[in-house]
């Protein structure tokens, strides 16, 4: 008895024993040009999903877009799907020692929000009550 599967009918063993198995430097893989792109962790779609939800229920925005670039993960957030980006919610890794890798950009692509983490840079979209006098 061996561990391995069954061979098809007609092949022969010498047949199966020629694949070849590459082994891949971890070191290599993470600076080669072709690096897997940038994404947001799970953590991080929560927050941001939290505050989609939010904005959902108030009727401020309706669809969103999530992009995994090579240098940077973008969350579009939009009021209808045909339209561009009311805000976009960026990680962007190589700001993270300077600015903070997280922003948030408006539709014109002002900044309006950047930090080191991403809950305070969300805060940008808490609503400020205000005082109404009658």
């Not at 995994?68 to 919610?89: C, N, Q, T, W």
């Amino acid at each position: 008895m061996t561990d391995e599967p069954d061979l098809p009918q007609g092949e022969a063993r010498h047949q199966r024993e020629t694949t070849s198995e590459v082994v891949v430097d971890l070191h290599e893989y993470k600076n080669a040009k072709n690096a897997p792109p940038i994404t947001f962790h799970r953590r991080e779609l929560d927050q941001i999903l939290w505050v989609y939800g939010r904005m959902v229920g108030e009727g401020e925005w309706r669809d969103y877009a999530i992009d995994h670039l090579r240098d940077r993960a973008v969350f579009s957030v939009f009021k209808r799907s045909g339209e561009m980006p009311l805000y976009r919610i960026e990680k962007n890794p190589k700001l993270a020692a300077k600015q903070g890798a997280y922003s948030v950009l408006n539709i014109h692509g002002t900044i309006l929000k950047r930090g080191h983490e991403l809950a305070q840079v969300l805060k940008v979209f808490d609503k400020v009550l205000r005082l109404v006098e009658t």
